[in-house]
């Protein structure tokens, strides 16, 4: 601010005087500065082929593909020995507590969401049916995906503690849907 | 030279001095019970006019309208009769001005928590009300301009042409917003629809920022703070040049709310960009307020006023910084919809308005009263440290718990998991900084109840002042004095004016006008239907509710929300909504896609206690929806105003809309008793759980197909 002259104006407002100091060098520099971001902001993003939010978007996802730990696929033996795990069913009953039990209850007898101790299944009874419906979800009929909130491991184990419901009774079980499904 | 004799009217502003100090009391105080809602769920007390979401909106529209409107007002009109050395234009409209005033605030503040609200936020109060505003900010601006031509002082000051521009640029947002179709006497529907009603929407937020909590403020502050420090202003020149740039700027920059959502990227880049462009127009008012102290420094360690004004203008500035860096997109993918966002708004709310408040009605009403001084300087000084210590635990709370939340928004774990996958998991680190943003505003609170005191005890010390004698000469003929051409300019108010209007009406233009017009801004999407019509009375008891004031509606293109929600939202969903409902802030998750996610009885339950569906759920319950009868006499006449914005209903779908309604409400009933719940069919949450059913779920038809 080593322009400041303290010049006053002649005028007065209520007593309110102005000085006439020049506008400050590093106030207009701040000033120049933004209108060149902005000169150049507009040409990258839209005629230089500056990426776009959907790009962005496709690049995040990419990424996250990449580096996504290959989930190796079980087949229904491989799966039924997880099943007659008893840390496995311990570890899926802790998950099942957690997140299952607001729709299927406690005891599986189900409320908003269906029963699982009937041998009655919407959407398959196989083990390899339980986890892709878990994994996977029924958006149409509210079962929602886990697998943004479990690993493969975790879905793993809660189908093994839901295997441990079947044929068991519950206090107050909903009436059977879907088809009966023989192991 | 003949000299006049008059009096300058004190009464109406001691009147609006009261009113600010009364209103901010109210508003303040609502604030407070906010947010400690958001930690201890049980304060919302299960009744519906005192839900976060009913309260909330009246928090803000007290503060915004009812304390700084006032504080506008009070010191507009002390000043303006001053600065043009005349009394008001014209006694009458100055009461009517008041007292409509108040009674708007007074219909605000009984609507709102009634839950009758447009859902614009800033812009809640239906369509009767906001014809009120209309009115009584005209009779304000004849009021004002009819100062201005009977003036006695020919050149206008710049806290006048700061005033010109607020008066100008309120009318045109409040009237553009505001613009909707009543069904009903308390009933109206946004004529906007969707990403336009959505711009439109933060054109005028952002502006209201603009125009209501900042140009008037400046314009209180060049009056107001060389009277305080007895200072000449630092520069004239920097007046000139840091008005106009910020009053053709600041309309531009609307966009940055909508940055990553489907607006066009056109109008989020001029979002960005003007936003950057400002830091300097609003840094030329904090420099030429803070600089005014040169040489007086030494005040500022006995005078409360000036303590107050100073740290307002630092406020002032640190906000006007901080805004638009969240305008670069990289810091809003962040800070949008978080916490952050409101510890920027209360830097600028709590900082720069309420404190160069406190600093005016220190200054003013031992003036008013006729009080040889104020009744304690130590306690206004004490009020002064609670403030700044209260925005401080305020303000950092805020940032802190607004950065956490960004990223535990977006963290994902080695096997591609949400780490934070229920909202609920995000609670226990956000209530810590929920409870210390609480204390910073108790003590805030506390220091403007100790406010209260000292100005009533110095009001009573004192003999009201009704009106000052003054005197002045009648202005010199035109062209006399010397100056450049803008000095020219501020002899002639209605040239002024035009170009001011002109200004400011050009960034708004050039954005809302080709949006409306140009197609290729909304892609349609064949696939997106209108809502049933019991879809439609749910949206309503949705906007009644305030639901809009803790989830979003927009999914927005990062891999932490199109994994959390589902696929991101695009603006050709939004065709039929009237008004959008995007939200600004996630207290609670994203509803966009919130459709069939859960079953019907899930909802049911949810509603009733959320506890019971999701642990440590911080949501109130909503029992009422399930006891409070569905009304449908007025479903057809709101599917045939829908008609009107051409939303493709048949006349068919109007004459048997209630008939539909009833069928679907039916088959939520009997979902809702399979799943071993009430048959709630006749009752106002079924028409709820229809429309967040039917949530952003269309576009799945398109995948379909």
């Known amino acids: ?183 | 030279m003949k000299v006049e004799e008059f009096q300058y009217d004190d009464k109406i502003v001691r009147k609006f001095v009261v009113a600010t100090v009364v209103w901010g009391v109210v508003g303040m105080l609502v604030g407070l019970i906010i947010a400690f809602q958001l930690v201890v769920h049980q304060l919302n007390f299960d009744l519906p006019f005192l839900t976060f979401g009913r309260l909330r909106p009246l928090h803000t529209n007290a503060v915004i309208f009812a304390f700084v409107g006032n504080g506008i007002f009070a010191g507009v009109y002390y000043s303006t009769q001053r600065l043009l050395k005349a009394r008001m234009f014209n006694d009458g409209l100055s009461k009517f001005h008041f007292w409509g005033w108040q009674a708007i605030i007074v219909s605000a503040a009984v609507t709102l928590p009634l839950g009758i609200t447009t859902s614009k936020e800033y812009a809640e109060l239906e369509w009767p009300i906001d014809i009120a505003i209309a009115v009584v900010w005209v009779v304000f601006a004849i009021n004002f301009f009819g100062t201005l031509v009977k003036r006695r002082e020919r050149h206008l000051y710049v806290a006048i042409w700061f005033y010109i521009a607020s008066i100008v640029a309120v009318a045109l947002l409040h009237i553009v917003n505001s613009l909707a179709l009543p069904v009903s006497i308390l009933k109206s529907y946004s004529i906007y629809a969707g990403i336009q009603d959505a711009l439109v929407q933060w054109w005028y937020g952002h502006n209201a920022v603009a125009f209501f909590l900042t140009t008037p403020y400046l314009g209180l502050m060049y009056y107001f703070m060389p009277k305080a420090a007895q200072r000449p202003v630092y520069s004239y020149r920097l007046s000139v040049v840091h008005f106009w740039s910020l009053v053709f700027l600041y309309m531009w920059a609307g966009p940055h709310h909508l940055l990553y959502t489907s607006l066009p990227q056109w109008a989020q880049t001029l979002g960005t960009t003007f936003s950057i462009m400002l830091i300097a127009p609003s840094w030329g008012g904090m420099i030429n307020g803070l600089l005014t102290l040169r040489g007086a420094w030494d005040k500022l360690r006995t005078d409360p006023v000036l303590k107050f004004m100073v740290a307002a203008i630092t406020f002032y500035g640190m906000s006007t910084f901080e805004g638009p860096m969240m305008s670069l997109k990289s810091v809003n993918a962040l800070s949008h919809y978080t916490n952050w966002t409101i510890a920027h708004v209360h830097a600028g709310a709590l900082g720069w308005n309420g404190f160069l408040t406190f600093g005016m009605l220190y200054w003013l009403v031992p003036r008013l009263w006729g009080a040889k001084q104020l009744h304690s300087t130590k306690m206004a000084t004490t009020h002064f440290w609670l403030g700044l210590v209260g925005i401080g635990m305020y303000v950092l709370s805020m940032w802190a718990a607004g950065i956490a939340e960004g990223l535990m928004w977006k963290e994902f774990d080695a096997d591609g998991r949400l780490v934070y996958a229920t909202w609920a998991d995000t609670l226990p680190t956000l209530n810590p900084m929920y409870w210390v943003r609480g204390l910073g505003g108790t003590l805030y609170f506390v220091g403007v109840i100790m406010m209260v005191v000292n100005l009533w005890k110095t009001a009573k010390s004192g003999t009201p002042v009704d009106q000052t004698d003054a005197a002045a000469p009648l202005p010199e003929p035109a062209g006399a004095g010397a100056g450049g051409l803008h000095r020219l300019l501020e002899g002639k108010p209605l040239t002024f004016t035009v170009l001011t209007t002109v200004a400011v009406a050009a960034g708004g233009a050039f954005e809302i006008i080709p949006s409306l017009l140009i197609d290729s801004n909304v892609p349609t999407i064949a696939a997106v239907k209108p809502y049933t019509p019991l879809e439609l009375e749910g949206r309503d008891i949705y906007i009644s509710e305030g639901c809009y004031n803790c989830h979003s509606q927009h999914v927005r293109p990062f891999r932490g929300e199109t994994e959390r929600y589902g696929p991101y939202s695009k603006a050709g969903e939004f065709v039929y909504d009237h008004p959008f409902q995007f939200g600004s802030r996630r207290i609670g998750p994203d509803l966009h896609r919130v459709g069939g996610k859960y079953p019907d009885g899930w909802h049911y339950r949810h509603m009733i206690d959320p506890r019971d569906t999701s642990e440590g759920s911080v949501m109130p319950s909503y029992p009422w929806l399930a006891d409070d009868p569905l009304d449908l006499s007025m479903t057809q006449a709101k599917v045939k105003a829908m008609t009107v914005f051409n939303v493709p209903y048949s006349d068919a779908d109007v004459a048997n809309a209630v008939e539909n309604a009833k069928a679907q409400a039916a088959a939520i009933g009997k979902r809702l008793e399979d799943q071993k719940l009430p048959n709630a069919q006749d009752k106002k949450i079924v028409a709820l759980i229809a429309y967040l059913q039917r949530l952003g779920t269309d576009i799945r038809a398109e995948g379909a197909q």
């Open chain 1, 1 to 183: 601010m080593s322009q400041v002259n303290d010049e006053l104006l002649d005028h007065e407002y209520d007593g309110i005087r102005e000085y006439d100091n020049p506008l400050p060098r590093w106030w207009l520099g701040i000033f120049v500065i933004s209108v060149v971001f902005s000169v150049i902001y507009v040409p990258y993003y839209h005629f230089m082929g500056g990426p776009h939010q959907e790009d962005e978007y496709a690049a995040e996802m990419a990424a996250a593909a990449a580096s996504a730990p290959k989930v190796e696929k079980l087949d229904e033996a491989a799966l039924q020995k997880i099943a007659a795990d008893p840390t496995r069913i311990q570890a899926g009953k802790a998950l099942y507590d957690k997140h299952c039990v607001a729709c299927h209850t406690a005891d599986g007898g189900g409320l908003v969401g269906p029963n699982l101790t009937d041998k009655f299944w919407i959407h398959g009874g196989s083990l390899t049916d339980i986890v892709h419906t878990i994994t996977e979800g029924v958006p149409e009929k509210g079962m929602i995906s886990w697998k943004t909130q479990l690993s493969a491991e975790e879905i793993r184990s809660v189908a093994a503690f839901v295997n441990t419901l079947r044929g068991t009774t519950p206090a107050n079980p909903k009436a059977p849907e879907g088809e009966p499904y023989e192991g």
